[in-house]
């Protein structure tokens, strides 16, 4: 099993320009997140899936959209980047809502000029 | 106010014990991790405790809560090279999504 997986590993954006980042996992887990991480800023969630066909706000949602495409894949949205978008942006999954462990992929790192 | 804190750094010579403190506020708390992210990887699940014990070892981790303080810490035994890592201390409460807060992650450094 990959386990969860991501990409781009690594992309350079202009101020203004749009992008998704994919995420897939095969463990079968019907919950997957989208957090960023920034310097000394731990990892703050920006939106979760907590079951096919639904989507929740996190912490700093602002910017950004996402798609739940089934039950493998969690997409990532930025519409017009921002450098305040500039990041490490990764995706994690868990069997359920209430478990308490997630999985998370390597990671995309973004910048935004 | 941040709800998880730690410190930035930690630094220890390879062999002695390494001890990462971490404070949160919730005190319905109800899981405490310690996720480990080795440089340039996603963060791993390292150890739990649920809220309802006092200490937790697995090998040469020993996880201690204290509830009454909101203090969590991670000692690392022996500690090696291959320990140097940031290490994440997070909690989650019952009831909810059990989606983890995050501290801001404290930075081991191992010196041989």
């Known amino acids: 099993n990959a386990g969860v997986t991501q990409t781009p590993k690594f992309q350079v954006l202009k101020t203004g320009q749009s992008m998704t980042l994919q995420c897939a996992q095969d463990?079968?887990?019907?919950?997957m997140y989208w957090y960023r991480q920034d310097p000394g800023m731990g990892l703050r969630l920006i939106y979760y899936?907590?079951?096919?066909?639904?989507?929740d706000k996190g912490e700093v949602p602002n910017g950004y959209n996402v798609s739940r495409l089934n039950k493998r894949e969690f997409s990532l949205r930025l519409e017009s980047a921002a450098p305040s978008q500039t990041s490490v942006y990764f995706c994690?999954?868990?069997?359920?809502?209430?478990?308490?462990?997630?999985?998370f992929g390597p990671g995309t790192r973004l910048t935004v000029t | 106010g941040e709800d998880v804190e730690q410190s930035l750094f930690l630094s220890v010579r390879e062999g002695d014990s390494s001890v990462i403190n971490c404070t949160y506020t919730?005190?319905?708390?109800?899981?405490l991790y310690w996720y480990k992210q080795e440089p340039g990887a996603g963060l791993q699940l390292l150890t739990y405790?649920?809220?309802?014990?006092d200490m937790k070892q697995d090998q040469r981790l020993t996880v201690l809560l204290n509830k009454k303080d909101k203090h969590l810490s991670l000692r690392i035994a022996d500690t090696q090279t291959g320990d140097s890592a940031i290490y994440f201390c997070?909690?989650?409460?019952?009831?909810?999504?059990?989606?983890?807060?995050f501290g801001r992650g404290t930075s081991l450094i191992v010196h041989p």
């Open positions: 919730d005190s319905s708390s109800t899981y």
């Open positions: 994690a999954s868990s069997p359920d809502r209430s478990s308490y462990e997630q999985y």
């Open positions: 899936s907590a079951s096919e066909g639904t989507t």
């Open positions: 997070a909690e989650s409460i019952q009831g909810g999504s059990y989606i983890p807060t």
């Open positions: 463990m079968n887990h019907n919950s």
């Open positions: 405790i649920f809220s309802n014990m």
